[in-house]
């Protein structure tokens, strides 16, 4: 068990992460449904809005002009989320707040459990490859993190690999569709007196659809 400090005063409720088994069972899951092999989860933020809080400034004001949290998660291949990390600051990247999260601390330190570099069949001579999350071009490039490579002028193999990447991607994209679906809370203004209940409300949301 993990205390999830987001930031100062932020979510402070144990998140659980995986043993090498369960990493490893995702990685089979990404390779059967999606085709990407040692993929352990496909990582996003989503903002979600909140009324402007009193002597806030513009720690939550976004690039979509509203003020928001983030809600940062890892989602597998079937559209589960695995982690999840609430309250970031609505004015923060993606990749700030990846860095400022507990998640994002353990994936840089490698205190996550990852399974060991495997040989992926098929492509022996690229030798022993590391188990990934997969994110979109706002996320950075580490070792145990991919982003597609930029540019438009690429390679086929490049842009045959960007396709593969985007594709696994997607399924968080489509947990927080279906997230948002079923709680239309989250589509609107959430009002509420201070941040700490603003987290909690999204973190009850969260708990209520997935457990």
């Known amino acids: 068990m993990l205390r999830v400090p987001s930031g100062p005063a932020w979510l402070r409720r144990p998140c659980r992460y995986h043993r090498k088994e369960d990493w490893r069972a995702i990685a089979v899951e990404f390779q059967e449904r999606w085709n990407f092999p040692n993929c352990i989860g496909a990582i996003d933020g989503k903002h979600v ?3 402007a809080l ?53 994936l840089r330190d490698g205190s996550l459990q990852l399974p060991p570099d495997t040989v992926i069949p098929g492509a022996e001579r690229l030798g022993l490859l590391a188990h990934v ?19 438009h002028h690429l390679t086929l193999e490049r842009r045959m690999f960007n396709y593969c990447l985007s594709r696994a991607r997607l399924v968080v994209e489509c947990a927080f569709g279906i997230l948002t679906s079923q709680w239309r809370m989250l589509r609107r203004v959430i009002t509420t007196s201070t941040e700490e209940d603003d987290r909690k409300e999204i973190t009850h949301t969260y708990r209520r659809v997935h457990g």
């Open 49 to 51: 809005v909140i009324q």
């Open 54 to 106: 009193a002597n806030s400034g513009s720690l939550y004001f976004n690039y979509k002009s509203t003020h928001s949290l983030v809600l940062l998660a890892v989602v597998d291949a079937q559209y589960l989320f695995r982690v999840v990390d609430v309250g970031g600051f609505g004015k923060s990247s993606d990749s700030g707040s990846l860095r400022n999260s507990a998640f994002g601390e353990s």
């Open 133 to 151: 999350f997969v994110g979109d071009e706002a996320f950075p490039l580490l070792d145990n993190l991919l982003h597609p490579f930029p540019g």
